[in-house]
Nanobody, 122 residues
């Protein structure tokens, strides 16, 4: 059984910072890409940032220059440093990982966390 657990969300004022963490656990053999998505009320889920197993990163245009994604492969953990937060960043942030587990060693599958709420408001 694989689990992804996010932490670090909360209430922050505009211009502030937060750091999200997501730890993957369970019968994991290897992890490919990891990423962060978000879903604001009444809007579809959107990709925020992603990082490959070798460390190549990509970002949504709306967060470039403000957010930084990183990962610790030894800990199966991905992070999202969010700076200069804006009210429009308010959303539930979800962690995603594409990985091989002993459930099926031949097929990489996507797993999701349950999400952590980020609220940017004065």
């Amino acid at each position: 059984q694989v689990q992804l657990v996010e932490s670090g969300g909360g209430l922050v004022q505009p211009g502030g910072s937060l750091r999200l963490s997501c730890a993957a656990s369970g019968n994991i053999l290897s992890i490919n890409a990891m990423g962060w998505y978000r879903q604001a009320p009444g809007k579809p889920r959107e990709s925020v940032a992603a990082i490959t197993s070798s460390g190549t990163t990509s970002y949504a245009d709306s967060v470039k220059g403000r957010f930084t994604i990183s990962r610790d492969n030894a800990k199966n953990t991905v992070y999202l440093q969010m700076n200069s937060l804006k009210p429009e960043d308010t959303a539930v942030y979800y962690c995603n990982a594409n990985l091989y587990s002993d459930y099926d060693v031949t097929l990489a599958m996507d797993y999701w966390g349950k999400g952590t709420l980020v609220t940017v408001s004065s």
